[in-house]
């Protein structure tokens, strides 16, 4: 191959010097070409890329192609009813409805229903009439002093320099209008989160930004004076782990810590930021349950819980048995799967470690109960909640309420780049270039927010009175099958086998 370049490259040369011989104008190729042959010679020298020492020019069309691929992948390859983490209908939909366009779809199910992996609802030949508003949840326990009517869907924790400035701004915007809260993400309260005016579910992670000492130790004192500071913050989340990478801690790139959010996080600007995998206020469930009644004191009776990845079990039932043995406890816990999303996790952790949300719900649900603790402490669900559909199933499992942060994305206008960690995010959502923010108008994006928020809630009220229910309190997994069990259905009535029903051999029935 290098003789080859060598060889195409002299000739190269040498024909565009015999035409400059006779046309001057030819000479103007040396520009191209001399720069190309040069940069073949560097290639073959450089010992870094195996591709490009091989195939001197031709190897950059591989990391072009490369870098294009998720492209290729999303707008040409993949079906209606592809697409990870959310398929292209899935992607559909949430536009529709953030735009408040019909949203129907034509020609019936593009699903394999007849699969075991399919789940349906089982509705009711006796519907009811559509509800007028969706309820709403009361969160605070017996120790609370300000409960907060929540919203049955509402925005998962992502912090500013994850998201944009404008993204931030559009979501509380939406929040304000819509009558439900939004969580800060571990990155801290900025004024991005409180110049709309929305609910705030402030989240305090390991690295306590914006409560924090020099030394990366959570300071009472600065958080006192931040919730006195701002009504708008309602509830107080402390984010134990979440689903996609738990154990680990935030990621932040050095890109996007930018002065002003280092100056948010009270940390240094222009480093990578690594929250800790662990809490240092505290090492055991007793600790535990005390930094939780210490927020809420400090918070002035404020709601106060907690968020969380299942990994071991027999350490949540401890802590349940310690609330019971000692009174203290939290208001809510917010139930993340291993299949939630973030902007910057290793893959092993994305991919491997974390319980799934749907037996996470149901565990933490039925172990709560076992306790006598379920009607005091709310369980919140946070894991891939993008439809009516989907929201409905987490009732089910277990959930009172919901939070989603990825159907939000979309509803600013997301289209699932994947260029999340990057700082190259097309649409300005997850990115600190200001060239890519530019684009995303708060006016526009706010009210997309709003609309995704109403017509999910909608539709999940039409899916309720379907199944002819009267109150979400009254959905359960009952409502639920699979695909799996219309085998077993068959089974049941066809004891000699479907086949033989729909294909009967010669001389059957007789």
């Given at each position: 191959?290098?003789k ?32 190309l ?27 072009a ?7 290729i992948?999303?707008?040409f390859?993949?079906r ?18 953030a ?44 120790y609370?002093?300000k ?33 439900f ?12 989160h ?28 600065l ?21 996609a ?8 790139p ?90 910057a ?15 996470a719900?149901m ?14 402490i ?13 929201l ?18 979309f ?29 995303l108008?708060v ?68």
């Amino acid at each position: 191959m290098r003789k080859l370049f060598y060889l195409v490259g002299a000739l190269v040369l040498i024909a565009i010097a015999l035409f400059g011989w006779f046309d001057h104008r030819y000479l103007w190729g040396f520009a191209l070409a001399i720069p190309l042959f040069l940069l073949g010679i560097y290639n073959m020298v450089q010992s870094r890329h195996t591709i490009l020492r091989n195939f001197p020019v031709l190897g950059y069309m591989r990391y072009a192609l490369e870098f294009i691929a998720p492209e290729i992948q999303q707008y040409f390859i993949e079906r209606h009813t592809d697409g990870r983490p959310f398929s292209r209908q899935q992607r559909s939909l949430a536009y529709q409805r953030a735009k408040n366009v019909g949203d129907t779809v034509p020609f019936g199910t593009q699903l394999d229903i007849n699969a075991a992996n399919y789940e349906g609802i089982r509705h009711s030949i006796y519907p009811k009439e559509i509800p007028a508003d969706p309820p709403r949840v009361k969160i605070g326990g017996a120790y609370c002093k300000k409960p907060y009517m929540a919203s049955l869907l509402n925005i998962s924790a992502m912090s500013f320099g994850s998201l944009s400035d404008r993204a931030v701004l559009a979501l509380n915007t939406g929040a304000r209008k819509g009558g439900f809260y939004h969580n800060t993400g571990e990155g801290g309260l900025s004024p991005h989160h409180l110049k709309p005016g929305g609910d705030i579910t402030w989240q305090i992670g390991t690295g306590y930004f914006g409560c924090r000492t020099k030394e990366g130790k959570f300071d009472p004192d600065l958080f006192r004076t931040k919730v006195a500071e701002h009504h708008q913050v309602r509830m107080i989340e402390l984010k134990i782990s979440q689903g996609a990478k738990p154990g680990h801690g935030g990621v932040l790139p050095a890109v996007k810590n930018t002065p002003e959010i280092a100056a948010i996080r009270h940390i240094e600007p222009h480093t990578v930021v690594l929250s800790p995998p662990g809490h240092s206020a505290f090492s055991d469930a007793e600790g535990f349950l005390k930094f939780i009644t210490q927020l809420r004191e400090l918070s002035e009776g404020l709601p106060v819980g907690f968020k969380l990845c299942i990994g071991r079990t027999e350490e949540f039932t401890e802590l349940c048995e310690k609330m019971v043995a000692t009174g203290m406890r939290p208001d809510f816990i917010t139930v993340d799967g291993a299949e939630g999303g973030t902007g910057a996790a290793p893959l092993e952790f994305s991919d491997s470690v974390g319980m799934p949300v749907e037996p996470a719900l149901m565990f933490v649900r039925r172990t709560l109960e076992r306790f006598g603790l379920h009607g005091e402490i709310k369980i919140i669900a946070s894991g891939k909640v993008l439809t009516s559909a989907s929201l409905m199933k987490m009732l089910g499992l277990g959930a009172d309420l919901c939070n989603s942060a990825r159907g939000f994305m979309f509803s600013l206008g997301c289209i699932q780049a994947l260029r999340c960690n990057t700082n190259d995010c097309p649409t300005g959502v997850a990115t600190q270039d200001k060239g890519l923010v530019s684009g995303l108008v708060v006016s526009d994006k706010s009210e997309r927010v709003f609309n995704f928020h109403k017509n999910t809630l909608h539709s999940l009220m039409e899916l309720l009175a379907a199944c002819g229910l009267d109150n979400v309190e009254d959905i359960s997994m009952s409502q639920f099958m699979r695909g799996d069990e219309f085998v077993r259905l068959a089974d049941r009535y066809f004891p000699d086998g479907l086949e033989q029903v729909m294909h009967p051999s010669p001389g059957a029935g007789k």
